[in-house]
Structures are given as C-alpha cells and as structure tokens.
C-alpha cells in the first residue's frame, strides 16, 4: 500500500491511497465466506459453494463491494498511522479507481488535530477577589441556620409577611374550572415568592376563613401561561418562631457549646468557601489569558458538530427536565435566537480551543493521570450528578467515558501547571498561592468545555 498526504487547510487533509489488489485477497476471501453463509444454490452444501459460481450466480461485483467495505477501514487506519496524523470524527472516502485483479484507488478527506504552539505563558498576570469576611456575613450565615430551625404556631390574626399559612386554592380560565387547577392545604411562607404571582397581595390581612381573588399567568399544567382568575381561602395563619441566638440554640443546631463558637466556625467556613471560589476564578482567567495567547483553528465540522450538540443537550435534556422549551428560555434570558446562537458558538469554540491546547500542554509535559486522581476525581463527579460513587463509576464504564475522566483529570493537570507560572493576585494586591489547585482546575476545564448548564439553571431559577 502507497499513500501520500495533502493538506488542505491547517485542519483538514485529503489522504491519497494506491493499494496492489493482492493485498485484498484477505478481505476477498472474507467477502466470498460471507456470501457462502447467506446463500443457497442448488447441487451444493450451505458454506461449501465455489467461488466461480459465486461470480457466476450472483457477480464478481458483488464480492468485490463487500471485501472493498470490509478492507477500506484497514487500509485508512494503516494510512492515517503511517502519516502520523490524529482524525477528527469519521472521513469522507471517495474510491477513486478499482480495477479487479489489478489496484484500489482511494481518497480520505478528514479533519485533524492541528499542530498547535503552546505560547510562553511564564508571563500571565490576573487579578482576583480577595478572600473576606465580614461579621455582616457571618450573622447572615447564622440567620439562615436560625430559619432553618424556626417553628410555628397559629395565630388568631390576620395574616402578616414572613407567617405561614395554610390556603385552599381555585384556578379558572375563561370561567371554567381547570380540572388541575385545584389545591387544598397547600402551605406558603407569604414573601416568599413560591407561588403564583399576586398570591402575596391577596392573602396579606385576610385571618383564617377568608377568602379573596386576583389574576396572575399560570406557570405550569395544562394552562400554563395563560392568564387565570385564581380563588385563594385561608384556612390557617401560623406565625414563624425564632430560636433566640444564644448558647442553647448553638447547642441545637451544631456540635458547639457556644454560640461564640458556632460563629468562629461559620466564619471559617465562608472563609473556605471563599478561598476555593478564590482559585476557581484564577483557574478560569488564566485560562482565558492563555486562549488569547495561543493560535488555535478550528475543525468547521467539529464546530459545527459541537455547536448542535450543545443546542440538542439543552433543548431536549436540561429545559425538558424543568418543563420549558427553547422559546421560552429565551424569554427568560431575554435574548433573541441570533444572540443564543452567537453566545452557544462562542462557547463551543472556547471548549474547543481549551481541549486543544491543553491536551497539548499534557503531552508536552507528559503529564499521567494515576488511579487515586482518576478516583478522586470520579467521587467529585459522582457527588455533583447525585449519583453513589458506585452508581456512577458502573454508568462510566458501560457508557464508555472512562477516557473522557481520564482526559479532564490530564487537563486539570495541565492547567493547574499555567496557573502555578502565573502571577495571580487579589484586589488587595497580595500574592495568591494556588499550589494545590488541581482538583478546582479538571472542574474548571469540564465547565469551561460545556457553558450551558450554568445557563440552564439560572433560567430555571427565574422561572421559579
């Protein structure tokens, strides 16, 4: 086999293959074997039929498309091997001559990895959040432990913000009843906007028995948008309770004496919150300094590939599970379809370009992921998908993507290398050490490598 490689740009290549005919005869007598299983002729035993009669009864054509499909994928590997070259996704094959008994003539057009430079990055420079606590956050952070432990307790009175109540609810559109627009008992903190809009408005002042109506857009079942004439009756107000902030409550909601202690803690803790924000910022602006460094083509197939895969995840996965189609979405966001595609582009480019250089980086580096990092990193996985580190290593391997972790963990790696060169300060100018930032960095590289989800969620926060 002969083959010889042109490019036609720094992504793509066409490659030209010749191969002697005899080097087919493996994949020939293949295709007859085949064929000797699947047919039946006459004077002969199922599988013991001679080639001649094969060409006679059903054409030397025949036989030779299919020890051609079986030989093309062969003889491209050994191809795109001997080029030294590494193909993007599948190519398109053009037989360009086939004499029988004589040659195979074939051309492969694919789109490659591009040779990429990775830039001199010992000169990044970014700045960051300072990492600060201030007593104000951390009487909030004990506020909201407090909330979490408030009790309640009717009250003959009318209803006030902040009192929980227990209403009977009753939707109609056009006059008519929804057969899923009734609710009975159903509890609402009033303020807290979990219901429908204008619930707050109705049911301020009214004691238990009472009753009131107001319009608002329904947001789910099947009058979902549409604007409903809504009955809300009171039958209970209970008034929240507070734990008075003292040693007693410290006692109540955590493992310390004091609350003296239960604040020292809540303090660390936001301060820990801080610092892991802290690195997961320097993480994303080094590594966007280090796009802007760097010369990166890109594949248009791939592109466009990773651009529709990105629409498809978001329309058919993340909006289905929160139960509102694209065009709503994008209500939510406040962007047109133009404006959406443009943004889902630049994205996919920018994970592109991130898996590129940093792929590249790892083998300059010849950086290797072992078994405690591959397993470390398959618990953090695990932890965010809701899954046991059991459940989701078992749907890993039976889908495959044990590669795919192996890859964001070398790209961690990778990165957290550009972020120790950098100089990363806060906006107090002190100096950030990131020394351990490895773990932070494969996250920030998964996120970098797929925006949408971020988008997803803060749209079903909206909506909410």
Do not use: C, W
């Amino acid at each position: 086999m002969k083959s010889a490689v042109e490019t036609l740009n720094p992504t793509r290549v066409r490659l030209t293959v010749e191969v002697p005919f005899e080097e087919l005869k493996d994949s020939l007598d293949a295709a007859y074997k085949k064929i000797n299983q699947q047919v039946t002729v006459k004077g002969f035993r199922k599988g013991k039929i001679p080639a001649r009669v094969i060409d006679q009864r059903f054409g030397r054509g025949a036989v030779l498309e299919e020890a051609v499909n079986d030989a093309l994928p062969k003889f491209y590997t050994e191809a795109i091997n001997e080029a030294e070259l590494n193909p993007l996704g599948q190519p398109e094959v053009d037989i360009t001559e086939l004499k029988d008994g004589e040659t195979l003539n074939f051309t492969a057009e694919v789109d490659i990895r591009p040779a990429i430079e990775i830039p001199d990055y010992s000169g990044i420079e970014v700045t960051v959040d300072a990492v600060e606590v201030s007593d104000e956050d951390v009487e909030k952070s004990v506020e909201q432990l407090r909330e979490r432990f408030a009790s309640t307790s009717p009250v003959e009175r009318a209803a006030e913000d902040g009192d929980v109540v227990t209403i009977d609810l009753q939707a109609k559109v056009d006059g008519e009843v929804l057969e899923d627009g009734v609710a009975e008992g159903v509890s609402y903190t009033i303020g807290s906007g979990e219901l429908l809009e204008g619930i707050d408005e109705a049911v301020k002042g009214l004691e238990a028995g009472g009753e009131a109506t107001f319009t608002s857009e329904l947001k789910g079942g099947s009058a979902e948008g549409k604007e409903a004439e809504v009955t809300v009756k009171v039958t209970q107000v209970a008034a929240r309770e507070l734990p008075a902030l003292d040693d007693d409550f410290a006692q109540l909601a955590s493992e310390f004496d004091t609350l003296d202690e239960l604040k020292a803690d809540s303090r660390k803790r936001l301060e820990n919150m801080k610092q892991y924000d802290q690195a997961t910022q320097a993480q994303e602006r080094v590594l966007d300094e280090l796009l802007k460094l760097a010369e990166v083509p890109i594949p248009e197939k791939l592109l466009a590939d990773e651009i529709q895969t990105r629409k498809h995840n978001l329309e058919h996965h993340q909006l289905g599970q929160m139960g509102i189609d694209l065009a709503k979405y994008l209500e939510i966001q406040g962007k047109t379809e133009e404006e959406f595609t443009a943004e889902t582009e630049e994205q996919a480019v920018k994970g592109i370009k991130t898996q590129f250089i940093l792929d590249e980086l790892v083998n300059k580096e010849k950086l290797n992921v072992n078994q405690e990092e591959l397993t470390e990193h398959l618990m953090r996985r695990a932890a965010s998908s809701g899954m046991s580190p059991d459940q989701f290593a078992q749907a890993v391997v039976e889908g495959g993507q044990v590669p795919m972790l192996v890859g964001e963990v070398a790209r961690g790696k990778a990165l957290a290398v550009v972020v120790e060169a950098a100089k990363v300060t806060d906006t107090n100018g002190e100096i950030v050490d990131l020394d351990d930032a490895e773990d932070e960095a494969a996250e920030t590289v998964e996120a970098a490598a797929d925006a949408e989800p971020a988008e997803a969620e803060a749209a079903e926060k909206t909506e909410a």
